[in-house]
């Protein structure tokens, strides 16, 4: 069974600074790994997804993620936060498997706040 | 489009009570569809899964229980609901396709307090 850590529960940066988030899951095969945000009041949203090929992947409003698979790691990066950015940003990993019904395997989560 | 619809968006209800959450998806078929459940402090954890009509695979054991009486509809149920039931519930679906590589869409969520 697969497992997602993600390093931060709560993170408060300011505007302009840089951000990365940790997330490290554990799988003995190969597997497609997810970010996803859920912004104040709304409904969870995919950032962006990581299924083969190049492992520097980029999503929606600037942000990106990298795959390093010797160490399991798939962080999410934004060269720049908007105060915007505040939301609870979820890894979320599954089997790639030949199912095709694999549920998600999500991490706890990470409180993300920007200040102004 | 395809859009995703939960109800009801929050519900109160006695320990012991039934319990029915409904999720339906339009604009797509034979779609993938999920059940997750929140629980305070813990990250969103898989329920049930089901690939086809009358077809749910189930994650964890538990109180509760899943049926797929049509092609887009979803139903989360138990009989006898406990305090240990509380929490948020996430209804998704996602394509079928082979690898699972497909991302899940999630509807908006019920928040159920069991007292």
């Known amino acids: 069974a697969q497992s997602v850590s993600q390093h931060n529960h709560h993170v408060i940066l300011s505007e302009a600074a840089s951000l990365e988030l940790g997330c490290n899951y554990s799988?003995?095969?190969?597997?497609?790994l997810f970010w996803y945000v859920q912004y104040p009041g709304q409904h969870l949203q995919l950032l962006l997804k990581y299924f083969s090929g190049d492992p520097l992947v980029k999503g929606i409003k600037g942000f990106e993620a990298e795959f390093i698979k010797s160490k399991f790691s798939f962080n999410l990066r934004k060269p720049s936060v908007q105060w915007s950015d505040t939301a609870e940003y979820f890894c979320?990993?599954?089997?790639?498997?030949?199912?095709?019904?694999?549920?998600?395997?999500f991490g706890k989560g990470t409180h993300l706040i920007i200040q102004p | 489009s395809q859009t995703i619809h939960q109800w009801p968006a929050t519900l109160v209800q006695p320990v012991g009570s039934p319990l029915s959450l409904e999720c339906t998806v339009e604009g797509t078929s034979n779609p993938n569809l999920y059940w997750y459940r929140q629980a305070a402090g813990r990250g969103l954890q898989l329920l049930f899964y089901?690939?086809?009509?009358?077809?749910i695979s189930s994650e964890v054991p538990q109180n509760l229980s899943a049926s797929r009486p049509q092609d887009r509809q979803f139903i989360l149920s138990s009989k006898k609901l406990l305090l240990s039931d509380s929490g948020f519930y996430l209804c998704a679906w996602s394509v079928p396709r082979t690898g699972g590589g497909q991302p899940q869409h999630f509807g908006d969520g019920t928040r159920l307090s069991i007292l």
């Open positions: 089901s690939v086809g009509i009358g077809q």
């Open positions: 799988y003995g095969g190969t597997v497609n």
């Open positions: 979320a990993v599954n089997a790639n498997s030949g199912g095709g019904a694999d549920g998600l395997t």
